[in-house]
């Protein structure tokens, strides 16, 4: 218990505030768990006999930064600052909910023990409380064990437990994938019989736990908790729409099994490009093939998709509005599923100069992330092939830097604006001003710059040959 040595200075003025004013007071949960596997942040949960007026109280003088959005649900919050650290602390009455089955929301009601406050949460790992002010470890359903063993497993039978709160289903995907655990064969169980609970839950809470699940450094075995149980069919039913049966001739890969490599890989980029994990590389990288099913045909003895990147930007784009995802993050998603094959053009054959350019202008913002997304595709065997298309790639990102080095690539516009071009023209604003515009636009983009006075005569001349 050596990381519970860096947080002792505040657990031990919280636990004498506390104890003074005659309430218990354990850390718990989350906070445990995490000490225990030697991934203790700065964000502490404790457990408390005190109500939630009375936390407030001793909050107060513990520290000047506190807030009670979550007193509704007995969690008091506080912002401590403690040798160069600051701490986030969140302080919640023991719980002893009730729920209606017909909903997730509880009907919040106040407990009196840590043994059944601890019941009530979601599984065995995060079922465990040290006394602040003792130091006893409790631990009364075997979380330490299922700690040590890996094992994801919950406090009360996961029947009640998921029938309590279905998104704690969704939530043992995101839990095996973060900490790498195997989930308990009766969890797995209950959560493909009871895939359907998890329609009851909000599409908000539905999204932030698959975010969560994503943005771990390996989501795969969480995705695919979620595929073989059946609960993915209830909120994101492409996925394992992809598992496509191979046909007799095995003429075409797994597709599911294809996209998950794919994710496995811009994974392993998005680090080794120095980013931040990525909502939109993440999602882009699973679902970028999932218009393959509707769009694939037998033809002869070959199988194709013929635009399936057109037609899975459009299913991408309706189910993520489904799921209440931004509006930003919706359209980044379907604009790089709908360029993820543009570069296969160029590994058959070598692009001139102004391919290049309309590549970086289709891909504007996204053009990193169209990056990560392309190379991340390429999951042949074949170790020839795979290194051909690594070259290729390596080169037009070499061309499209070389290019950039000599103009705005990241912002190709017209050479003249559309005020410049009704003032040369003499024309008020209309059809013929975007018809102008286009035709400059598509001058740059297969001449490259050119300067004013040039731009001026080929408007002229443009204009004089339509009259």
């Known amino acids: 218990m050596e990381h519970l040595l860096r947080i002792a200075p505040v657990i031990d003025e919280l636990g004498d505030l506390f104890r003074a004013a005659g309430h218990e007071l354990y ?12 991934r203790l942040g700065h964000d502490l949960d404790f457990t408390t006999s005190a109500r939630p007026d009375d936390t407030h109280e001793l909050l107060k003088r513990f520290t000047p930064t506190t807030w009670d959005i979550g007193k509704a649900f007995g969690t008091i919050g506080a912002l401590k600052r403690a040798e160069d650290v600051e701490w986030k602390i969140e302080v919640t009455t023991f719980r002893a909910d009730a729920y209606d089955g017909e909903t997730r929301k509880p009907e919040v009601a ?45 406090p009360s039978t996961p029947e009640v437990s998921f029938s309590d709160d279905p998104l704690r289903m ?3 995907a995101r839990f095996a994938s973060r900490l790498g655990f195997m ?24 999204q932030a736990e698959l975010n969560g699940l994503l943005l771990t450094d390996e989501p795969r075995e ?26 007799e001739h095995h003429r075409h890969k797994d597709v599911y099994e294809h996209s998950l490599t794919v994710l496995d890989q811009a994974i392993a980029l998005e680090k080794a490009r120095g980013h931040e994990p990525d909502i939109v590389n993440r999602l882009a990288a699973l679902l970028h093939d999932v218009g393959k099913p509707p769009t694939r045909k037998f033809e002869g003895s070959k199988v194709t998709f013929h635009h399936h990147d057109v037609v899975g930007a459009k299913m991408v784009t309706k189910r993520l509005r489904a799921l209440n995802y931004p509006s930003a993050v919706i359209k980044s998603v379907a604009r790089l ?33 169209l990056h990560i997304l392309t190379r991340a595709d390429c999951t ?27 103009e705005e690539l990241a912002a190709i516009r017209p050479h003249l604006d559309g005020t410049q071009i009704m003032e040369i023209l003499g024309i008020a604003p209309g059809r013929e001003v975007g018809e102008a515009y286009k035709f400059l636009l598509e001058h740059r983009l297969e001449h490259g710059p050119v300067d004013d006075e040039t731009a001026r005569e080929l408007l002229l001349d443009w204009w004089a040959a339509r009259q």
């Open 27 to 38: 850390l718990v949960g989350g906070s445990v768990r995490d000490a225990l596997l030697g």
């Open 110 to 154: 106040f407990g009196d023990s840590i043994e059944g406050d601890l019941i009530r949460r979601d599984f065995t790992v995060n079922a465990m409380a040290i006394d602040v002010r003792t130091r006893k470890f409790v631990d009364p359903y075997g979380g330490l064990q299922d700690l040590a063993d890996g094992t994801i497993r919950t």
């Open 170 to 172: 969704l939530r043992a």
């Open 183 to 206: 989930v308990a064969p009766e969890v797995v169980r209950a959560m493909t019989d009871m895939a359907e609970r998890i329609e009851i839950v909000s599409v908000e809470r539905i």
């Open 222 to 247: 969480g995705l695919n908790l979620l595929v073989e149980t059946g609960l993915m069919d209830h909120f994101l039913p492409e996925v394992p729409a992809l598992r496509l049966e191979r046909d």
């Open 337 to 369: 599923i709908e360029l993820h094959l543009r570069f296969h053009g160029y590994a058959d054959g070598a692009w001139s100069d102004s391919a290049v350019r309309r590549y970086v202008r289709d891909a504007g913002d996204e053009l990193e992330r």
């Open 380 to 406: 042949t065997r074949n170790v020839g092939k795979a290194t051909r298309l690594r070259r290729a790639y390596e080169e037009l990102e070499w061309r499209i830097d070389e290019l950039a080095g000599q």
